[in-house]
């Protein structure tokens, strides 16, 4: 199983960019998903988070009101919306997701995406 992201890029100060990630490989089943982010000297951190069956979402709040996750399980990705982008976001944003395969969980990452945000 493969996490594949795409959609970052270089965008000015209260832009907005979208993030999507897509797993692919044999049979699976795609659980929790989220979107971390990691910026240069500092821990990687959860900025969005959903889950499987009722769709729950929550926000790290430097998130909150800026940035919107939802997923289509039907193609087993999701996407980032976000909007009134700032100089912090920037950061190379990782797409998690908790997948089973063959009855067996595990957690997988995306290769990373960059985003930058110019002031």
Same mark, same amino acid.
């Given at each position: 199983? *493969?996490?594949? $992201?795409?959609?970052?890029?270089?965008? *000015?100060?209260?832009?907005?960019?979208?993030?999507?990630?897509?797993?692919?490989?044999?049979?699976?089943?795609? $659980?929790?998903?989220?979107?971390?982010?990691?910026?240069?000297?500092?821990?990687?951190?959860?900025?969005?988070? !959903?889950?499987?069956?009722?769709?729950?979402?929550?926000?790290?709040?430097?998130?909150?009101?800026?940035?919107? !996750?939802?997923?289509?399980?039907?193609?087993?990705?999701?996407?980032?919306?976000?909007?009134?982008?700032?100089?912090?976001?920037?950061?190379?944003?990782?797409?998690?997701?908790? !997948?089973?395969?063959?009855?067996?969980?595990?957690?997988?990452?995306? *290769?990373?995406? *960059?985003?930058?945000?110019?002031?």
């Amino acid at each position: 199983v *493969q996490l594949v $992201e795409s959609g970052g890029g270089l965008v *000015q100060a209260g832009g907005s960019l979208r993030l999507f990630c897509a797993a692919s490989g044999r049979t699976f089943r795609v $659980e929790h998903m989220a979107w971390y982010r990691q910026a240069p000297g500092k821990e990687r951190e959860m900025v969005a988070q !959903i889950f499987s069956g009722n769709g729950l979402t929550t926000y790290a709040d430097s998130a909150k009101g800026r940035f919107t !996750i939802a997923r289509d399980d039907n193609k087993n990705s999701m996407f980032l919306q976000m909007n009134s982008l700032k100089s912090e976001d920037t950061a190379v944003y990782y797409c998690y997701a908790w !997948i089973t395969v063959s009855g067996y969980g595990a957690g997988y990452w995306g *290769q990373g995406t *960059q985003v930058t945000v110019s002031s």
